[in-house]
C-alpha cells in the first residue's frame, strides 16, 4: 500500500509546517519515512526539539506502528531558542497534534543524558547544539541502536561545528555510513560504511563551502550577493 505512509506524511506535515521551526518539507519527508520503516513498536530518541516541529513528524510516523519518540532539549534561553516560554510552546503543540501519548520529554543537555542512558533504541535525531564538541558527544548516542537503524544529523553539511565533527568521527568511523541528504539534513546508518560511502561524505564538502559562503554573506548583510552569485534567496541561513 505505497499510498498509506504518503497520506500519513500528509497529515503530520499539515500540523507541523505550522510549527516554527527548522524543517523543510523535503527533510520532514526524510524523517517520516526512515521513522515509518521501522519494526514494530520503535523507540525514536530526538536531540533538540524546540517547538515540536519535527517531534510532530517522528511521533506520527512512531505512533502507526506503536512507537515513542523522547525528546530530549533543556530549552536553553536566548534570542535564537526562547527558554522556558519554548517549552511551553513545544508541550502545547504537541498537545494539539494529539501526540502527547508518543512524546516523552526528557528537559536536560543530551551531553548530560547521554552517560546514563540505558534503553534501547531504534532511531536517532540530532538537531540539538551545533558545534564540535556535542555533535561528537551526541553521536555516541547511537550506541544504542541496531545494526541498520537510521541516525539522522541537521545542519550536516551547513554549519562549521557540525560538518568538522561529521569529519572528524564518522568519515573514519566503521560503525556509521552515509545514504543520501535531504537538503543540510543527513541520513546515515549503523554499518560498516564501503570505501565508497565515505566518498560520498567527501564529495558534499563543495556544497558545506557554498553554505558557509552563503552565511558569511548573511552576517555582511550582502543578501543579494547571496542570491546571485549562490542563488541563495531569503534572510535566514541554508539549512
Ligand atoms: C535548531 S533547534 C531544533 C529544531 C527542531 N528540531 C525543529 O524541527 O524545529 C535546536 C534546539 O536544541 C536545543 N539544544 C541546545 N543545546 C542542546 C543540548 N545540549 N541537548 C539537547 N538540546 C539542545 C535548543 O534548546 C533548541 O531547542
Known amino acids: 500500500m505505497p499510498d498509506r505512509p ?3 506524511f500528509e497529515a503530520a506535515w499539515d500540523v507541523a509546517s505550522a510549527i516554527p521551526g527548522w524543517l523543510t518539507e523535503d527533510q520532514a519527508r526524510l524523517l517520516f519515512d526512515t521513522a515509518r520503516d521501522l519494526p514494530a513498536e520503535p523507540l525514536l530518541l530526538e536531540i533538540g526539539s524546540h517547538q515540536g516541529k519535527s ?8 505512533r502507526a506502528h506503536g512507537g515513542r519518540v523522547v525528546a530530549v532539549d533543556p530549552f536553553v534561553d536566548g534570542r535564537l531558542f526562547g527558554g522556558p516560554s519554548t517549552r511551553d510552546k513545544f508541550e502545547r503543540n504537541v498537545r494539539a497534534a494529539e501526540l502527547g501519548d508518543v512524546v516523552e520529554l526528557l528537559p536536560e543537555y543530551s551531553t548530560r543524558a547521554r552517560p546514563g542512558w540505558s534503553r534501547d533504541l531504534d532511531y536517532l535525531y540530532i538537531d540539538g547544539k551545533h558545534d564540535y564538541w556535542t555533535l561528537s558527544d551526541d553521536l555516541k548516542w547511537a550506541r544504542h541502536l541496531p545494526d541498520g537503524a537510521p541516525v539522522l544529523v541537521h545542519d550536516c553539511y551547513s554549519s562549521i561545528g557540525v560538518t568538522l565533527g561529521v569529519l572528524a568521527k564518522v568519515l573514519p568511523s566503521r560503525h556509521l555510513r552515509y545514504e543520501r541528504r535531504a537538503g543540510s539534513l543527513a541520513l546515515f546508518r549503523v554499518g560498516r560504511p564501503s570505501a565508497v560511502d565515505r566518498l560520498r561524505i567527501v564529495r558534499e564538502l563543495p556544497w558545506w563551502l557554498r553554505n558557509v559562503a ?6 555582511l548583510r550582502l543578501r543579494a550577493v547571496a542570491a546571485r552569485v549562490f542563488g541563495h534567496e531569503g534572510p535566514y541561513d541554508p539549512y
Do not use: D, F
Not at 55 to 62: F, G, I, K, S
Not at 214 to 219: D, I, S
Open 6 to 8: 504518503a497520506l500519513e
Open 55 to 62: 517531534t510532530v513528524v517522528l511521533a506520527a510516523a512512531a
Open 214 to 219: 552563503v552565511k558569511v554573506l548573511l552576517r
